[in-house]
């Protein structure tokens, strides 16, 4: 319940169930494609949520969402072909960035700007981008959508979340189409984790839409600091050996 509330208004809820899994002795590969059920659920959820409230674009969020979901698919299938290693050293790296950006941009609440890419190039570069993140990785594509809508469309915050969270759900089926083909789900595992996340994601949409920017550019920060600190706290993460060799 507790990822689908975060994953609804800055993203990170796998922060909480991916560990989870590994934890209760879940084989890799079956934690992260059941996983991939309940954060799809939540995701999905959400996006009912802000669509019912009439804040989802569709005619634009269609394009975008095909492109997302065809780039989770070819991660999910690619995702024994990309070395985690460098994921793992470069991942913490951009959500500190990221969250450096949404906390000293002063010109993110409110203003739509002129955007800096067209949408057809939106639709087919940066969006099948990070869905093809999404497909091998995961962690922080939903802070990676948020700010792509603001910097290269120039929508502003509270459109930038409800475009996300489509387009999260988007790149989330399409990987998740992928392991439940390969027989990686733990059905009855994911599905009592899938209804509570949708709970989680009503709750955290209502409260995104109802506070909106006051509460979403705090928690996008903390989630995304939050996520690289657990990143780069990974046993064997490369960018943390490589700092202990070089700075003793």
């Given amino acids: 319940m507790l990822a689908g509330f975060f994953d609804a208004i800055a993203g990170g809820g796998g922060l909480l169930t991916l560990p989870t899994l590994f934890l209760a002795g879940v084989d890799p590969l079956a934690a992260v494609a059941t996983n991939k059920f309940q954060a799809a659920s939540a995701t999905v959820s959400a996006t009912a949520a802000f669509a019912r409230k009439g804040m989802i674009h569709w005619r634009s969020g269609l394009p975008m969402a095909i492109a997302a979901f065809i780039g989770g698919a070819l991660g999910a299938v690619s995702v024994s072909l990309v070395p985690q290693g460098m994921l793992q050293a470069c991942v913490p790296v951009l959500l500190i960035l990221v969250a450096a950006w949404f906390a000293f ?41 948020m700010l792509a809508c603001v910097m290269l469309l120039g929508q502003h915050l509270m459109r930038a979340v409800c475009d996300s969270k489509l387009l999260n759900a988007a790149c989330n089926l399409g990987a998740l189409s992928v392991f439940a083909f390969g027989g990686a789900i733990i059905w009855p595992v994911a599905l009592s984790m899938a209804c509570t996340a949708i709970v989680g994601a009503q709750l955290g949409a209502s409260c995104a839409v109802r506070f909106g920017p006051r509460l979403i550019k705090p928690l996008v920060v903390c989630i995304c600091c939050i996520m690289a600190i657990k990143l780069l706290n990974t046993p064997g993460n490369p960018a943390v050996a490589w700092l202990a060799n070089h700075f003793p």
């Fill in 105 to 145: 941009s002063p010109t993110l609440q409110e203003q739509q700007r002129r955007p800096k890419i067209s949408l057809s190039l939106f639709c087919l570069g940066v969006a099948p981008l990070i869905g093809f993140y999404d497909g091998i990785f995961g962690p922080g594509v939903g802070s990676f959508f």
